[in-house]
């Protein structure tokens, strides 16, 4: 039974994370997608080892976590443990299968969850108020408003050479959507003549926040690629004009691999003994559940 938003459903959903942050609109057009389902003891509700993205919230009852079929936790509702979704990482660490008489729990697609959580956390900014604007780029100079980027000057000369190389130009006409939020990653792309305008589709807004408009010398699309996450807008060609677009394993090669610097636990630990913070995203219920 899907969920209406009423005000003893968004109070039920406060004591869950991260819901218990969300602002109350969001929070009401979020429970509309939201299924309170009831299982009989032996009901299994995930496998170890599943990807598919759905996201559970033990309501009553209790729940055993078990890997290569031996019960390694139980989760009990109105627990700490049950403030957060069940083996919430993909793949699914453990099966889940319910151990008492029944169980009652909420189930959310994990996509428009993730979407709306960072809907509710960014949606009052702009990407266009924190991005520099670049309107004084000549039409035909978009590889030099590239290089003056501060995120270039890390990028080795071989690389950026072979990154030019490697580039391939896609004309476009206005109204052609280059990438469509939800999708997987697959190139990271530059605007090289025209105009393009980037949205997201929200809870409360399905034909989308308009964020910004993306000019000359602009890129997107790198953050589903360093992420491996799907993409978390739309951009669509407001005029007619053309974008450069690089393959997401040449992007890994040449230009996501010289930004990170890989550190194991161990050096880690001796970063932060020597004055290093660590820096933790998650909301404050999650942190309070899976602190380092």
């Known amino acids: 039974m899907e969920l209406s938003g009423t005000p003893s459903e968004l109070a039920l959903l406060r004591s869950f994370a991260p819901f218990d942050g969300m602002k109350p609109e969001n929070l009401a057009a979020l429970a509309r997608k939201i299924v309170r389902r009831q299982a009989p003891a032996g009901r299994l509700l995930f496998a170890e080892g ?3 993205k759905q996201t559970y919230y033990l309501l009553s009852g209790t729940v055993d976590l078990l890997r290569e079929g031996e019960v390694v936790g139980t989760v009990r509702s109105g627990t700490p443990k049950a403030k957060v979704p069940l083996a919430h990482t993909l793949p699914r660490p453990y ?5 008492s008489n029944q169980i009652e729990y909420l189930q959310v697609d994990g996509d428009f969850l993730d979407i709306a959580v960072t809907w509710d956390q960014t949606g009052s900014y702009h990407v266009a108020e924190l991005k520099p604007a670049q309107e004084n780029v000549a039409s035909d100079d978009w590889m030099t408003a590239l290089l003056e980027t501060k995120a270039f000057h890390k990028v080795p000369p071989a690389n950026i050479q072979a990154v030019f190389m490697r580039l391939q130009r896609r004309d476009h006409r206005a109204g052609d ?4 939020q939800g999708e997987q990653g697959d190139y990271f792309y530059i605007v090289v003549k025209g105009l393009c305008v980037v949205t997201r589709e929200t809870p ?5 926040v308009k ?3 993306l000019r000359v010398g ?4 790198e953050e589903a690629l360093v992420s491996d996450a799907r ?3 739309t951009v669509t060609m407001a005029t007619d004009g053309a974008v450069m677009r690089l393959g997401k394993d040449d992007f890994r090669e040449l230009l996501k691999e010289p930004f990170l610097q890989w550190i194991d636990w161990p050096q880690a630990v001796r970063a932060v003994a020597a004055g290093a913070q660590w820096l933790d995203v998650r909301p404050p219920s999650e942190f309070e559940q899976y602190r380092l």
């Open 211 to 213: 964020l910004a408009e």
């Open 50 to 52: 599943d990807t598919e």
């Open 218 to 221: 602009d890129t997107f699309g």
């Open 204 to 208: 409360i807004n399905k034909n989308g």
């Open 95 to 99: 099966s889940a299968v319910a151990t």
């Open 231 to 233: 993409r978390n807008a």
């Open 177 to 180: 959507v280059i990438i469509k």
